[in-house]
């Protein structure tokens, strides 16, 4: 993403992501029908418990790690957390991977992780969600180590990406670890996505500001290893740090409608970049 920060981690308040409810999930890919499709337009998310066999998940965690580990050669994407960055290479595997907070821009460096994002299942849900064929054009591996895995803080993903207002982005966020409300799962807003686009700032990140997030109508999406989250690209979401002894690793796939024109980044912030715009955070 164009706009993510590099800056230390910063901790939230903890009011930020402060609620009593989960979101509803079906059990399995298999009950997507019309009117789930239907309710993803409404809602602006659908969860789904199993959507992965254990054996996809665990192929998928042991990829991850062979590409923090090394060996794909030429793979370059693999982020640290700041404060591990100037001796990452000296480190053991293990403990590069509680050092690692993001890896991406792997589907050509390894299988497993093309397949997946390839699935005929996930891509037969997203062709009814856009009604056009769904094209992959972004990959990520996203950790949070035990204790000092970083906020995503509140934001519309298509904030980040040059694609008109209207275009059905979706993100594919799977668990690959269990994602709990102690470990920094996903927190979402039903129906956020309608309300149309929100001014960002350079905050904590590219953000929503704090004092515009609708927190009491947020609802926690936790998901079991092969769970996975779909959501619309406006749909306003964040999670908190993770201040758990538990790592927290999934994998977050977007897809655009194959006929999506892009614009440039200047219309973009044009449209979601508050200091541009002049507005106050
Ligand atoms: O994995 C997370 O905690 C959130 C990731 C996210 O929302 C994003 O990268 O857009």
């Known amino acids: 993403m164009a706009e993510t920060s590099e800056t230390p ?3 939230h308040e903890p009011s930020l992501y402060e609620t009593t409810r989960r979101a509803n999930y079906l059990d399995t890919l298999a009950d997507i029908d019309d009117r ?11 969860a789904i418990q199993q959507a992965f066999t254990p054996q996809q998940i665990e192929s998928a ?3 991850m ?3 923090i580990d090394g060996k794909s050669q030429d793979f370059k994407g693999i982020m640290a957390e700041a404060a591990k960055r100037g001796h990452f290479s000296k480190l053991t595997s293990e403990a590069r991977r509680d050092s690692v907070r993001k890896i991406w821009k792997f589907v050509d460096y390894d299988t497993r992780l093309n397949d997946l994002a390839h699935d005929p299942n996930i891509l037969s849900v997203l062709s009814r969600m856009m009604d056009d064929t769904p094209v992959l054009f972004q990959d990520m591996g996203l950790i949070k180590p035990p204790h000092i895995g970083r906020e995503k803080p509140w934001h519309q993903d298509c904030a980040y990406f040059n694609y008109p207002v209207g275009t059905t982005v979706v993100g594919v966020w799977i668990a690959i670890d269990a994602a709990t409300e102690e470990n920094g799962c996903l927190h979402i807003i039903p129906g956020s996505h309608r309300e149309g686009p929100i001014p960002h ?4 990140d590219w953000q929503i500001c704090d004092t515009d997030v609708a927190v009491p109508r947020n609802v926690t999406v936790p998901l079991d290893p092969g769970g996975c989250l ?14 758990s002894a538990h790592r927290r690793r999934a994998l977050q796939y977007h897809y655009r409608p194959e006929s999506t024109v892009e614009m440039t980044t200047k219309e973009r912030l044009a449209i979601y970049g508050g200091d541009e715009l002049g507005v106050t955070c």
């Open 9 to 11: 981690i910063a901790m």
């Open 36 to 46: 789930q499709i239907a309710r993803f337009h409404e809602q602006g998310y659908l």
């Open 61 to 63: 965690g042991q990829a």
């Open 65 to 67: 790690w062979d590409l």
């Open 201 to 204: 700032f350079r905050r904590r």
């Open 230 to 243: 779909f959501w619309h690209g406006m749909t306003h979401h964040g999670s908190p740090t993770n201040q």
